[in-house]
């Protein structure tokens, strides 16, 4: 079966740097688009980052832009997000997922997979 594992998220100090990986299984990696999404408690899932299958066309959240990167490795089957000048708010729980379309990369409701999610807190 389809299996998407994020690496393990962890506390972190306003400023500081995370990188988060994600591991995909069971499904052909390099024909899906792949984004990070984030859910604070009581809030909706939200975009965060998305990248291709050949990783040349990137798209980014404005409240990320320019501090966060995210990357794929297609021969490891992993996606990665680097997470540089971390702020309180982006604290949340976070999230791969798998989309066939790039296109519709920003979209929640057209990824065919996800990843069980990881903590990442921001503290002041």
């Known amino acids: 079966q389809v299996q998407l594992v994020e690496s393990e998220g962890g506390l972190v100090q306003a400023g500081g740097s995370l990188r988060l990986s994600c591991a995909a299984s069971?499904?052909?990696?390099?024909?899906?688009?792949m984004g990070w999404f984030r859910q604070a408690p009581g809030q909706e899932r939200d975009f965060v980052a998305g990248?291709?299958?050949?990783?040349?066309?990137?798209f980014y959240s404005d409240s990320v832009k320019g501090r966060f990167t995210i990357s794929r490795d297609n021969a490891k089957n992993t996606v990665y997000l680097q997470m540089n000048s971390l702020k309180r708010e982006d604290t949340a729980v976070y999230y791969c997922?798998?989309?066939?379309?790039?296109?519709?990369?920003?979209?929640?409701?057209?990824?065919?997979?996800w990843g069980q999610g990881t903590q990442v807190t921001v503290s002041s």
């Open positions: 997922g798998a989309n066939p379309n790039y296109a519709f990369v920003g979209t929640a409701a057209k990824y065919d997979y």
């Open positions: 069971g499904l052909t990696f390099r024909n899906y688009a």
């Open positions: 990248i291709n299958r050949i990783g040349n066309n990137i």
